[in-house]
């Protein structure tokens, strides 16, 4: 047997682990992924190199596979595999040089192979070679027991991670490697086995290779049958099957193992990329959205995987937060990783599958239009999905042939396309409104005009609208004009009746500034009322009332928006206050009657009151007076 041989690190090892324990990892957990995906990794090399070579894969060699075994009684995990194994030499190169890849080093060699010859890669997972070392986050001493394939000479390697590890001869049955870890005090959570079941499940449930844990058998009385190794990973990647040979109960059940919900999915898309990139998926739509889908530090998104190995959760390189309600997974053969695999580097690969991840979900959702699902996805969704024309107006063209929103002309939901294809011949623009609720719009004095015209208004009443639809200029060569704007235009609207009224009441609308003036920014005459006396609207720039309300909660020191009063100078009451201000100017009671006037404006649109009760106050007192007047006569 080999002599046992001390050799130093060939890097700081205490610094390379302060690195790993702080800054590369952000959970303990991780180490059993990595393990695990290095333990894949010696499997893989040792498939690649029996094609050449089939004597390495033999006998009980043939089962190739991961095992995990726990240790209560000495406080230890191990993981074996009966992969490639390690030479002495592999060993001090291997583990004995921080950051050293044996992996990259077997890619450099298959590359060149690969000039030679053609066939399948074998998947590998490390590129950096210090996933190995994040067993210290749970261990303090870590033990590698190692055998190479072909070789009848075993190898120990022993280090507790600080400045030395020992190499001595060792005993192992079969090639492949095993790896204990001394777990420290306060980390034998991981020798409880619904802990393991539940990473393995969670990190390497779509390892190709069977991933085992040794468990005792107990029979119905409870007494002990010995001792059984049962798997733990699925092993099978749904989404690396043809889409043809999957059912739809099959991708149903995925569904819920994936994501716990005892629903079916409203649809999926699964798609495989083929070219530059490789990389697969499977994605989803829940039937009904989580409570805390519009809550900002909400975690949700699909699921990467590097090769069938779990990377992170709610990866927004892969898929943008304005399709947040997406479940699912994507699987990349060649995405570049930084030395922790959670945080994606930028690069030309990820921004490729990004982009491919986000036409696949478009291309889903289109499928959904088309069915009778769709008003359920879009009054789960919609909101979620306008996001897109605001953050990423690059997809408009599609996101513009699935958004529906509610209508004057119309029950239920509309598309552009459709409204586009009702609008008379005499209309030139797509005309909208934006509020709180549909029956507040529906009803406002701010659509008067273009009732009276038969023109059909878009009613939109989610938050985001404000600025989904600020970035749109038009649809179809037809302009997108809000109703609510202070320069909106009706063609051919009716005139006043008498054109003289406007120089009237010219005088009556200086009062009204000057009583309104800690409220109103401009006071004029209305060119889109039929029916009611006043309105307010919007300056150039500024925010719909509910949605300045909504920031103002948020934001204590928002300013407050000043709006412009319009006056419709053919309504009986604007007559009326027209002859009591000629009558006298400084009138008490009309000062009342403006109040008034602009608290109804206010009430018209959905918008709070300063002071209800001195608005209760001042109608009855008008109320009163007006009726007493009326007895007199």
Same mark, same amino acid.
């Given at each position: 047997m080999t002599e046992a041989k001390t050799h130093r690190f060939e890097a700081e090892v205490s610094q390379v682990l302060h690195l790993v324990i702080n800054s590369l990892y952000s959970?303990?957990?991780i180490f059993l992924r990595e393990l695990i995906s290095n333990a894949s990794d010696a499997l893989d090399k040792l498939r690649f190199r029996a094609v050449t070579s089939p004597e390495l894969i033999e006998g009980e060699d043939a089962d190739l596979r991961v095992r995990i075994e726990i240790d209560a009684e000495a406080g230890t995990l191990t993981l074996s595999d009966n992969g490639v194994g390690?030479?002495?030499?592999? !060993? $001090?190169?291997?583990?004995? @040089?921080?950051?050293h890849s044996g992996t990259q080093a077997f890619l450099s060699k298959l590359a060149e192979a690969k000039k030679e010859s053609s066939g399948d890669d074998p998947q590998l997972i490390g590129q950096f070679g210090v996933g190995f070392y994040s067993?210290? !986050? $749970?261990?303090?001493?870590? @033990?590698v027991t190692t055998r190479s394939a072909g070789s009848r000479d075993a190898f120990r390697w022993m280090s507790d991670g600080k400045e030395t590890f020992i190499i001595e001869g060792a005993r192992r049955l079969e090639q492949g490697t095993d790896v204990t870890l001394h777990l420290k005090d306060d980390q034998k959570e991981y020798l409880e086995e619904y802990r393991i079941r539940g990473l393995v499940q969670r990190y390497s449930d779509y390892i190709h290779a069977p991933v085992e844990l040794r468990v005792e058998k107990k029979d119905d009385e409870g007494g002990s049958q010995g001792w059984a190794y049962e798997r733990l990973n699925q092993g099978t990647a749904l989404w690396r099957k043809n889409a043809h040979d999957v059912s739809d109960d099959q991708y149903a059940e995925f569904y819920k193992h994936l994501t716990h919900d005892w629903q079916p999915p409203l649809v999926h898309q699964h798609f495989k990329i083929e070219g530059t990139q490789e990389f697969s998926g499977l994605l989803f739509i829940p039937q009904k959205p989580p409570a805390d889908l519009f809550m900002p530090d909400a975690q949700h998104g699909v699921r990467l995987y590097v090769k069938r190995v779990f990377i992170m959760d709610d990866c927004d390189e892969v898929l943008p937060k304005w399709l947040r309600f997406v479940r699912g997974v994507v699987d990349s053969e060649d995405l570049p990783l930084n030395v922790s695999r959670e945080i994606l580097q930028d690069s030309r690969v990820s921004r490729t599958i990004r982009?491919?991840?986000?036409?696949?979900?478009?291309?889903?959702?289109?499928?959904?239009?088309?069915?009778d699902d769709y008003a359920t996805f879009w009054s789960a969704y919609g909101a979620v999905l306008k996001?897109?024309?605001?953050?990423?107006?690059?997809?408009?063209?599609?996101?513009l042939k699935?958004?529906?929103?509610?209508?004057?002309?119309?029950?239920?939901?509309?598309?552009l396309s459709d409204y586009v294809e009702r609008m008379p011949e005499e209309q030139d623009a797509i005309y909208y409104a934006l509020g709180a609720a549909r029956d507040i719009l529906e009803h406002g004095p701010h659509l008067e005009a273009l009732r009276e015209r038969g023109f059909e208004v878009l009613l939109m009443t989610d938050p985001i609208d404000q600025w989904s639809v600020g970035s749109l200029n038009e649809y179809q060569n037809k302009k997108l004009v809000s109703a609510m704007d202070a320069d909106l235009t009706v063609p051919n609207a009716s005139e006043a009746e008498d054109s003289g009224s406007e120089e009237k009441i010219a005088e009556l609308l200086n009062r009204f500034s000057d009583i309104l003036r800690e409220h109103v920014s401009e006071v004029r005459i209305s060119k889109r009322l039929t029916s009611s006396p006043t309105c307010l609207v919007m300056p150039q720039g500024g925010l719909p009332p509910y949605l300045e309300r909504l920031m103002r909660l948020q934001n204590e020191q928002l300013p407050a928006q000043k709006r412009i009063l319009e006056v419709n100078p053919n309504h009986p009451l604007i007559a009326s206050l027209s002859k009591l201000y000629q009558q006298d100017p400084k009138d008490e009671a009309l000062t009342n009657w403006v109040e008034l006037v602009y608290d109804q404006a206010l009430l018209a649109e959905g918008s709070p009151i300063e002071s209800p009760a001195v608005f209760a106050e001042r109608m009855t007192r008008l109320m009163t007076e007006a009726a007493q007047r009326h007895v007199n006569t």
């Open positions: 959970n303990k957990e390690m030479t002495e030499e592999e !060993l $001090v190169e291997n583990l004995g @040089t921080v950051a067993a210290f !986050l $749970v261990a303090d001493r870590v @033990t982009n491919q991840v986000v036409k696949q979900a478009l291309t889903m959702i289109g499928k959904l239009e088309k069915s996001e897109g024309l605001h953050f990423e107006p690059e997809h408009k063209e599609k996101l699935l958004v529906r929103y509610e209508s004057t002309k119309v029950e239920g939901l509309t598309s």
